[in-house]
C-alpha cells in the first residue's frame, strides 16, 4: 500500500515489514528501508499487481494503477489517507519514532525566526508537530484531509488557544489569511505535478512579504506521484519568482528546505 514512507509496513513485525517491502516496489526497483540501522536491499521480483493479490490491498490504496514507474500518476485522494488512519491511529508513530521526533526537532531549529504572527501547517495529521511550533507563533493553523485527525490535533493542542484546524485538501481547498510562515511537511508528494503548481500558486497567494516557507520530504522509495526530491525541487522551481532558497539540509532519510519569500506584497497579487 505505501511502500517506503509506510506506516503498514514501519510498524508491522520485521517478517511482515520485510515481505511487504520486498513485494511493493516497482518491478527492478531496489527498495530500502526507511530506518538506516535496518537498511535492506531487496530486489524487487513482485509488482504492486501481486501485492494487492497476495495482501488482498484493495479500496482507496489499492483502486488507482500505478504508473509503470511504479508511482501513482495522479494526487492521492483523501480516501487513502482515511483508511490509512482506519486502523491506526498514529501509523507514521508521530508520537513515539526517533525519526519524527528528530525531524521535528531538526524542523524547528531551521526556522529563521523565533516567532511568527500567522503560521499554516499543511497536512497536520495528529498534531505533534503543531503543538510543538504552537509556541512560536501567535496563530497558528494546521489543515488535514481527515476528520478523525483533526480531532486528534484539537486534543492534543488544547493547551494551545492559538491553533486552529481545518478539513481541506489542498490544493483544491485553501484557508484564507496570510501567512509568514507556512509547513508544508512530508505532503508535497503525494500531489501530482500539475497540482504541486497548483499548492505553488496558493502558496503565493497566501505568503506575507519575507514570510518563511518549509519544505520537509522523506527520501525514501514510495509509490507516491513525486518522490521527496522531485516534490521539493519542483516547488522550488515553482516558486522561484517570488521565493529563494534559504538554506537546505539533507540527511539519509530525509531533505529540509526553507525559502524565504522575496517578492514585496507577494500575497496581494493572486
Ligand atoms: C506523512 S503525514 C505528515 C504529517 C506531518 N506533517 C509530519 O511531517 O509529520 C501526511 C499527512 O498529510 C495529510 N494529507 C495528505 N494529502 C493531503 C492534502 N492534499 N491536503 C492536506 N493534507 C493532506 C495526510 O492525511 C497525513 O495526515
Known amino acids: 500500500m505505501d511502500p517506503g514512507r509506510c506506516p503498514e509496513a514501519r510498524n508491522r513485525p520485521e517478517s511482515m515489514r520485510f515481505f511487504h517491502r520486498t513485494m511493493t516496489g516497482a518491478p527492478g526497483q531496489i527498495v530500502r528501508d526507511r530506518r538506516p540501522v535496518s537498511r535492506r536491499f531487496l ?14 490491498i484493495r479500496g482507496a490504496a489499492g483502486a488507482e494503477a500505478n ?13 487513502y489517507f482515511k483508511g490509512m488512519y482506519a486502523t491506526e491511529s498514529d501509523p507514521w508513530k508521530f508520537a513515539t519514532s526517533p525519526y519524527e521526533r528528530d525531524k521535528y526537532a531538526a524542523t524547528l531549529a531551521a526556522l529563521p525566526r ?10 497536520c495529521s495528529i498534531g505533534v508537530f503543531t503543538h510543538q511550533l504552537c509556541p512560536r507563533c501567535d496563530a497558528l493553523i494546521g489543515l488535514d484531509v481527515v476528520p478523525s485527525v483533526l480531532d486528534a490535533a484539537r486534543a492534543r493542542c488544547a493547551d494551545c488557544p492559538n491553533a486552529r484546524f481545518m478539513l481541506a485538501a489542498v490544493p483544491g481547498t485553501w484557508p484564507a489569511g496570510q501567512f509568514d510562515l507556512i509547513v508544508i511537511s512530508e505532503v508535497a508528494y503525494y500531489l501530482d505535478r500539475p497540482d504541486l503548481a497548483r499548492l505553488v500558486a496558493r502558496v503565493e497567494g ?65
Do not use: M
Open 43 to 56: 530486489l524487487q521480483s513482485g509488482g504492486v499487481a501481486a501485492t494487492g493479490i497476495l495482501l488482498g
Open 67 to 79: 504508473a509503470p514507474t511504479g508511482r501513482r500518476p495522479t494526487t492521492l485522494d483523501p480516501d
Open 114 to 123: 523565533t516567532h511568527y504572527a500567522s503560521a499554516l501547517d499543511v497536512g
Open 206 to 270: 497566501a505568503v506575507l512579504p519575507e514570510a518563511d516557507i518549509v519544505l520537509v520530504h522523506w527520501l525514501g522509495v514510495t509509490h507516491y506521484p513525486l518522490s521527496g526530491d522531485d516534490a521539493a525541487e519542483g516547488f522550488i522551481a515553482g516558486a522561484r519568482d517570488f521565493a529563494r532558497v534559504l538554506t537546505q539540509a539533507r540527511t539519509a532519510e530525509y531533505r529540509l528546505d526553507v525559502l524565504r519569500v522575496t517578492k514585496p506584497g507577494a500575497s496581494s497579487g493572486r
